[in-house]
C-alpha cells in the first residue's frame, strides 16, 4: 500500500511503508508529518504509522546489514486519487475588531431604545430646561391664550357670518326677475343663468350667460372668459360700469340703465 506524507506544510509521495519507516529512522520526517492512504478519510500523525527509530547500537547493526539512505529511494507512480487538501489554519480572531464590533452594537441598541421611547410618549426625551428657557415656555402659552377667541367671540363670528349670508340671498333674490332698456332685455335666473335678448338690425339675438353676486356687484361671465361688472343704482336700477376681459385687463364699459319690470 502506499503512502502520502507532509514535509514541512509539503505533500510528498506516495512511498511504501519500508520508504516510510527508512525516512523516519534517517530523520528525513518527524513526528510533526502526516499520512495518508487510498483507505484513509483523513491526514493521521505519522508517528502512529511508522515503528519509533532504534536505539544506537541496533541503528549501528542495521546499517552494517543494509544501507538505506533516502535519495537512492525510487518513487513509484500511483493511480489511485489524490489526497486530501489540508485544511488551511484559521488565524485567530482580531481583539480590535470584536471591541469595534461591540461599540457598534451599543450604539444600535440605544439608537432603538430611544425611538422606542419617542414613540411611546410622543415626543423625544429632552434634558433639563433652564429657568430662562421655563419662563420663554410660559411666556408663549399665555400669549397664545391670549390670542385664541372666546366663545363670545366665536358665536359672534358666527352670527355676522349669518348676516352675511342672509344679505347676500337678499341681493341675489332682488336681482332675480326681468330687467329691460331700449337696448334689449335681461333675465336673471335663480339657476345663475342670465338670458341676454337684443336686436341687431332684423334679427334679434339672444345669449346664454353665467352671473353671481359678488358683495355690491354683478358679475355676467361670457363665454370667452370676459366678466361685464353690474352695481345697483340708489333708484333700484341696475347699470354695468366695467368690464375684465379674457387677459385679465379691466376697463370702462358704461351701459344703460336696466329697470326691472317682474
Same mark, same amino acid.
Given at each position: 500500500?502506499?503512502?502520502?506524507?507532509?514535509?514541512?506544510?509539503?505533500?510528498?509521495?506516495?512511498?511504501?511503508?519500508?520508504?516510510?519507516?527508512?525516512?523516519?529512522? +534517517?530523520? /528525513?520526517?518527524?513526528?510533526? $508529518? &502526516?499520512?495518508?492512504?487510498?483507505?484513509?478519510?483523513?491526514?493521521?500523525? @505519522? %508517528?502512529?504509522?511508522?515503528? !519509533?527509530? !532504534? $536505539?544506537?547500537?541496533?541503528?549501528?547493526?542495521?546499517?552494517?546489514?543494509?544501507?538505506?539512505?533516502?535519495?537512492?529511494? /525510487?518513487?513509484?507512480?500511483?493511480?489511485?486519487? +489524490?489526497?486530501?487538501?489540508?485544511?488551511?489554519?484559521?488565524?485567530?480572531?482580531?481583539?480590535?475588531?470584536?471591541?469595534?464590533?461591540?461599540?457598534?452594537?451599543?450604539?444600535?441598541?440605544?439608537?432603538?431604545?430611544?425611538?422606542?421611547?419617542?414613540?411611546?410618549?410622543?415626543?423625544?426625551?429632552?434634558?433639563?430646561?433652564?429657568?430662562?428657557?421655563? %419662563?420663554?415656555?410660559?411666556? @408663549?402659552?399665555?400669549?397664545?391664550?391670549?390670542?385664541?377667541?372666546?366663545?363670545?367671540?366665536?358665536?359672534?363670528?358666527?352670527?355676522?357670518?349669518?348676516?352675511?349670508?342672509?344679505?347676500? %340671498?337678499?341681493?341675489?333674490?332682488?336681482?332675480?326677475?326681468?330687467?329691460?332698456?331700449?337696448?334689449?332685455?335681461?333675465?336673471?335666473? /335663480?339657476?345663475?343663468?342670465?338670458?341676454?335678448?337684443? +336686436?341687431?338690425?332684423?334679427?334679434?339675438?339672444? &345669449?346664454?350667460?353665467?352671473?353671481?353676486?359678488?358683495?355690491?356687484?354683478?358679475?355676467?361671465?361670457?363665454?370667452?372668459?370676459?366678466?361685464?361688472?353690474?352695481?345697483? &343704482?340708489?333708484?333700484?336700477?341696475?347699470?354695468?360700469?366695467?368690464?375684465?376681459? /379674457?387677459?385679465?385687463?379691466? +376697463? $370702462? $364699459?358704461?351701459?344703460?340703465? @336696466?329697470?326691472?319690470?317682474?
Amino acid at each position: 500500500m502506499d503512502y502520502h506524507i507532509t514535509v514541512q506544510g509539503e505533500q510528498k509521495g506516495p512511498y511504501s511503508l519500508s520508504q516510510l519507516q527508512s525516512m523516519w529512522e +534517517s530523520g /528525513a520526517i518527524t513526528s510533526d $508529518s &502526516l499520512y495518508w492512504n487510498a483507505e484513509a478519510e483523513e491526514w493521521k500523525p @505519522l %508517528k502512529e504509522l511508522v515503528e !519509533p527509530p !532504534p $536505539s544506537v547500537l541496533d541503528e549501528q547493526t542495521e546499517r552494517d546489514e543494509e544501507d538505506w539512505h533516502v535519495h537512492d529511494i /525510487a518513487l513509484p507512480a500511483l493511480n489511485e486519487s +489524490s489526497p486530501p487538501v489540508l485544511n488551511q489554519p484559521i488565524p485567530p480572531k482580531s481583539p480590535f475588531k470584536t471591541i469595534v464590533f461591540g461599540i457598534v452594537m451599543l450604539v444600535v441598541i440605544g439608537v432603538v431604545v430611544w425611538g422606542l421611547s419617542s414613540l411611546l410618549t410622543g415626543k423625544p426625551k429632552q434634558e433639563e430646561l433652564t429657568e430662562a428657557e421655563k %419662563k420663554k415656555q410660559k411666556e @408663549l402659552a399665555r400669549e397664545s391664550a391670549a390670542l385664541a377667541p372666546t366663545d363670545e367671540e366665536i358665536e359672534e363670528d358666527k352670527r355676522l357670518r349669518n348676516v352675511k349670508l342672509r344679505q347676500e %340671498k337678499s341681493r341675489r333674490d332682488s336681482i332675480v326677475g326681468t330687467w329691460i332698456n331700449s337696448g334689449g332685455e335681461v333675465v336673471f335666473r /335663480a339657476d345663475g343663468t342670465m338670458a341676454f335678448t337684443y +336686436s341687431e338690425g332684423r334679427k334679434n339675438i339672444r &345669449l346664454i350667460l353665467i352671473w353671481e353676486m359678488a358683495g355690491e356687484e354683478i358679475h355676467v361671465t361670457a363665454d370667452n372668459g370676459a366678466i361685464i361688472i353690474f352695481r345697483v &343704482l340708489n333708484n333700484g336700477s341696475i347699470q354695468s360700469y366695467a368690464a375684465i376681459d /379674457a387677459s385679465g385687463k379691466r +376697463s $370702462s $364699459s358704461i351701459g344703460k340703465p @336696466l329697470h326691472k319690470v317682474n
